[in-house]
């Protein structure tokens, strides 16, 4: 996603990509492999198939080593083997054996921009104490699960809801509730950028 937080150098002569930064909310941190997909800031040349091919984005696989950091803030009693939290990555090497091209994933940014709207809105749902945000934030979750049922494109859905999940974070950043997350400022702006 472009806007995300992760920045990508490549190495032309060793054919190394670097990572860094970090990926939040809807990382499963107790798998062994996670298979991050990367908007490129500078393209680069493979020989994928037997020929050169120039990348904008990648997928890449993501193991545990040390210089990726998994911090589980959330764990999800619905999906039992899922637990959700922070990927942070330090100067992580991907070797060019290891890249594959993202250019299929067609409307991957809007899919994953519009489950972090899902995810939050409930997320928000199940924290807040008032009854009369909850009902408010719970309608947005219905009109997003609704939507979607209604096969409308995510493209169209995400686009129609980035000002309401904005103005949710808005509104949870003034409860009380919002002292007891640690780190929010940072997930904060994390999740506008990701919804840009």
């Given at each position: 996603m472009s806007d995300a937080p992760l920045k990508t150098t490549y190495d032309n002569k060793k054919k190394i990509l670097s990572l860094n930064g970090r990926k939040s909310w809807l990382v499963s941190t107790n798998v062994d492999m996670i298979l991050l997909f990367v908007k490129l800031e500078t393209p680069i040349g493979l020989s994928l198939n037997n020929k050169t091919s120039f990348l904008n984005s990648a997928l890449v696989p993501i193991y545990?080593?040390?210089?990726?950091?998994?911090?589980?803030?959330?764990?999800?009693?619905?999906?039992?083997?899922?637990?959700?939290?922070?990927?942070?990555l330090k100067n992580t090497k991907i070797s060019a054996s290891h890249i594959f091209s993202g250019k299929k994933i067609r409307g991957f940014s809007a899919s994953e921009q519009?489950?972090?709207?899902?995810?939050?809105?409930?997320?928000?749902?199940?924290?807040?104490?008032?009854?009369?945000?909850?009902?408010?934030?719970?309608?947005?979750?219905?009109?997003?699960?609704?939507?979607?049922?209604?096969?409308?494109?995510?493209?169209?859905?995400?686009?129609?809801?980035?000002?309401?999940?904005?103005?949710?974070?808005?509104?949870?950043?003034?409860?009380?509730?919002?002292?007891?997350?640690?780190?929010?400022?940072?997930?904060?702006?994390?999740?506008?950028?990701?919804?840009?």
């Open positions: 545990k080593e040390k210089s990726v950091i998994r911090k589980t803030f959330e764990k999800i009693r619905i999906l039992k083997n899922l637990s959700q939290g922070n990927l942070t519009f489950f972090i709207m899902l995810s939050l809105a409930m997320y928000f749902v199940t924290k807040v104490k008032s009854t009369k945000l909850k009902k408010s934030f719970y309608i947005v979750v219905k009109t997003l699960i609704l939507e979607f049922n209604a096969r409308k494109t995510l493209k169209l859905i995400v686009k129609h809801h980035k000002r309401t999940l904005i103005n949710l974070i808005h509104t949870f950043e003034q409860l009380p509730e919002r002292k007891a997350i640690i780190n929010w400022d940072t997930d904060k702006i994390i999740f506008k950028n990701m919804l840009k």
